[in-house]
């Protein structure tokens, strides 16, 4: 089973971001694999089949078939990243005030 949510343009407008449940995505995978067409799995839930060989590709990387960063490992480094951004506003924003303090009134 599929352990994530999965997010993809909606079939009606491209450009705002629907949330696929991960039980659609699970579920998706299982007909797949269970020999159903992966264009008619994919026209059932409103996705292209390319998303599907996605989530199939990262299926496989999380149990350990492929090579590749896990779902795990992926949340763990935008966490990081996100730390990393906020960390240097904050630097940005101290090294400002230290400048606005330094000056003469």
């Known amino acids: ?3 994530f949510l999965v997010t993809t343009p909606s079939k009606e407008t491209r450009s705002r971001q629907g949330a696929i ?5 699970a579920r998706s ?3 797949v ?3 159903r067409p992966v264009a ?3 026209a ?3 996705i292209s089949d390319q998303t599907i060989y996605v989530w ?3 299926e496989l990387i999380d149990t350990g078939q492929l090579s590749g960063a896990t779902r795990a490992e992926q949340v763990e480094l935008s966490a990081a990243k996100r730390r990393i951004r906020e960390l240097e506003q904050e630097v940005a924003i101290l090294k400002r005030a230290r400048e606005l303090l330094k000056r003469p009134p």
């Not at 449940?21 to 995505?25: G, L, T």
């Open 1 to 3: 089973m599929v352990d």
């Open 40 to 42: 008619q799995v994919a």
């Open 33 to 35: 694999a269970a020999g």
């Open 29 to 31: 995978l299982d007909l």
């Open 21 to 25: 449940p991960e039980s659609s995505a």
């Open 56 to 58: 199939r590709k990262q």
């Open 44 to 46: 059932d839930l409103g």
